[in-house]
């Protein structure tokens, strides 16, 4: 199966504009034309953009190639420009359509989904209480992805994406397919036991060589094991590089990018474009320090285009993780690869309003989204927090603005640096950087952190005296550390002392994922009092377990708007109950200035996926209720 293109063609005339424009008009769009010169024998191929004039004076046609989420726009162009052309289309599939908005759609697609769950259920893929759990929306992807060879779920944080998305692939499935997860590390656990309790799919956890052990069922063994059911092989997003050999020899025909968002950038490879068409790729050169990052995304690049892949499905609640546009680019590369052009600066003139200005180029702004909206509509399936979450108890959120007398001493940076020391090294020696700038907000925001902990564990102890459960979410290890130990010590001192010892764990990115998951699922079974202290980056995405939490503290401030809404996410999810969230704002700290770096970020979250999860919060982190003098500014930076 291919991916759908459209291909336009008709005869080369005068007074068309210049046709090289169409692929910057529409990324993904590539012109091509037949020559018929005196050069070489027949007939032959090449660019537009690559040809001589005098080959351009030779062509016999004009061939134009978009995917079909691009079509209408190229085909709109050339209705402008007055051309008759002639089209047709590539790949075995419906041609698909834009997302519905009427009701009797909406209802079509979730009684056709309905039918296709109880379909994969009789056909013993999927276990039959999943007929009785399903929600709408999950119905209705089931039904959409059987339309398309590319699928996104823009749904909410604790939306049931997992189950979703299982769904949909389920129901493309045979048993002669291969369905690979590309996921955090951290989240491999909660793919390999939800797809236990929904299908009867047995999983296989791919890790590199070096965490094997001789005990361990290899991945060989694994494929060669006859089942009526496909094969299901889940692999951190991590490790892909070290894993890539032994990923080409299963030949996936099923993707699955959970968390989205994470595996691309748009500045790790380099593409470059042959005459023909065809495409090759290389590394970008970087410093040591990206390497990682580098390899991964090369990685991710090359997993996208698997040649014998028919369907790819992305999973994610924040696709504009920092809430600008240039951050969608890499994500939906991953998902229709080149399908909005092989180029970045083609996409980032286009939907960036990108160029050059007095320190390079600029792409932090934002033109033609109602265009780009449109393209993604094509497979585009977004579910707001309004729908996914209405059965929910509510999240509240209280911030609670920390004067200078209610913090305390910051914490040291490390053992043998205190925080203004460590800054001052910063300051001196990465400032000139990218990856330096970004270690000290960090840097600076765990300073601040440092300073609740009194505070914070005050809070913590009065919900720990009645029953309660409650997460803390912290910096850096060092301080999931201290304020694991003082919490244990506070609760068990002088008038703080409970009747029950209320347990505490810690969890941060130095334990490895089957501790992690243990410490979480002793702490989802827990009834309370207990308390679980943990570092942001180390559960923020991809963990479940945490929605029966009573009190929930964002000690560190996140300071990117997907950070914040991920970290949410924990709590507002099937299952959950109602939970308090305190985002507590040292004044005279780092932390006023990211208030403000959220409210500018919020707004082309809001308009490109109608985030209404975020809805009232801007006003909330303010500590303001001039909710039109916001939406003012927001149009202000808009335009």
């Known amino acids: 199966m291919t991916e759908p293109i459209y291909t336009y063609t008709f005869p080369p005339r005068g007074g068309l504009p210049a046709l090289e424009d169409l692929e910057s008009l529409v990324p993904g769009a590539m012109v091509y034309a037949n020559v018929q010169s005196g050069s070489r024998p027949g007939t032959w191929r090449g660019r537009w953009r690559k040809l001589s004039q005098v080959e351009q004076t030779m062509a016999v046609n004009i061939i134009v190639t978009v995917p079909l989420h691009g079509a209408w726009l190229v085909a709109a162009v050339l209705q402008q420009w007055g051309v008759d052309a002639r089209s047709s289309q590539s790949g075995n599939l419906p041609s698909p359509t834009s997302w519905p908005r009427g009701a009797e759609w909406l209802q079509h697609l979730e009684d056709a989904g309905r039918e296709a769950i109880q379909n994969e259920i009789d056909a013993g893929m999927v276990k039959p209480h999943v007929a009785d759990i399903a929600t709408p929306y999950q119905a209705r992807v089931v039904e959409w992805t059987r ?17 979703g998305a299982l769904l949909a692939v389920l129901s493309r499935s045979t048993r002669s397919d ?39 069922q290899t991945l060989a063994d694994y494929m060669q094991q ?26 996936p025909t099923i993707l699955i990018w959970d968390e989205l968002h994470i595996h691309g950038s748009a500045k790790r490879w380099k593409a470059t474009q042959q005459a023909d068409g065809s495409v090759s790729f290389s590394k970008r050169k970087t410093s040591t320090a990206a390497q990682d990052r580098v390899t991964r995304a090369v990685a991710a690049m090359e997993v996208s285009r698997l040649p014998g892949l028919r369907l790819r499905i992305g999973a994610t609640a924040t696709l504009l993780e920092d809430g600008r546009p240039r951050r969608l680019w890499a994500p939906l590369d991953l998902l229709s690869p080149g399908g909005f052009s092989h180029s970045y600066r083609s996409f980032a003139a286009r939907h960036c309003n990108a160029k050059a200005g007095p320190f390079g180029w600029d792409d932090s702004g934002s033109s033609n989204l109602d265009e780009l909206r449109h393209r993604c509509s094509f497979f585009m399936h977004e579910v707001p927090y309004s729908e996914s979450h209405d059965a929910l108890p509510s999240t509240r959120v209280q911030v609670c603005y920390l004067g200078r007398n209610e913090l305390n001493r910051a914490d040291r940076f490390s053992d043998g640096q205190t925080y203004t020391q460590a ?16 270690r000290m907000i960090e840097a600076r925001l765990a300073e601040a952190c440092s300073k609740k902990r009194r505070w914070v564990t005050e809070q913590v102890l009065d919900g720990l005296r009645g029953g309660g459960k409650v997460v803390v979410f912290t910096a850096r290890r060092i301080e999931a550390e201290n304020w694991a130990d003082s919490i244990r010590r506070e609760a068990t001192r002088g008038d703080n002392q409970m009747s029950q010892a209320p347990r505490v764990w810690m969890v941060h990115g130095g334990l490895n994922e ?11 079974c827990d009834p309370g009092p207990c308390c679980l202290v943990a570092t942001g980056q180390s559960v923020g995405t991809g963990v479940d377990g945490m929605q029966t939490t009573d009190l929930a503290i964002f000690a560190m401030l996140p300071w990117k708007p997907g950070d914040f809404v991920q970290w949410k996410g924990r709590f507002d999810r099937l299952g959950g109950r109602a939970t308090l969230l305190q985002v507590p704002i040292a004044e005279g700290t780092y932390d006023t200035r990211v208030v403000e770096i959220l409210t500018d970020k919020f707004g082309p979250i809001q308009q490109m996926l109608a985030a209404d999860e975020l809805e009232g919060l801007t006003d909330k982190l303010l500590g303001m209720e001039d909710t039109e003098g916001i939406i003012a500014s927001i149009i202000d930076k808009l335009t």
Not at 189 to 204: A, G, N
Not at 514 to 523: A, E
Request: aromatic residues 6%.
């Open 226 to 251: 006859e089942r009526d059911t496909p094969r299901l092989v889940i692999v951190g997003a991590e490790s892909l590089a070290d894993t890539m050999p032994r990923i080409e020899k299963i030949t």
């Open 423 to 438: 800054l001052r090294s910063m300051a001196r020696d990465d400032m000139k950087t990218r990856l330096g700038r970004t």
């Open 514 to 524: 089957s501790d992690k998951d243990r410490i979480i699922d002793m702490y989802a």
């Open 147 to 163: 339309t398309r060879p590319w699928v996104l779920l823009g749904w909410a944080c604790g939306s049931g994406k997992t189950l």
């Open 178 to 216: 291969t369905i690979l997860v590309v996921c955090p590390a951290k989240a491999r656990h909660v793919w390999w036991s939800q797809v236990q309790e929904y299908s009867h799919v047995v999983p296989y956890r791919l890790r590199p060589a070096s965490d094997m052990r001789k005990s361990d």
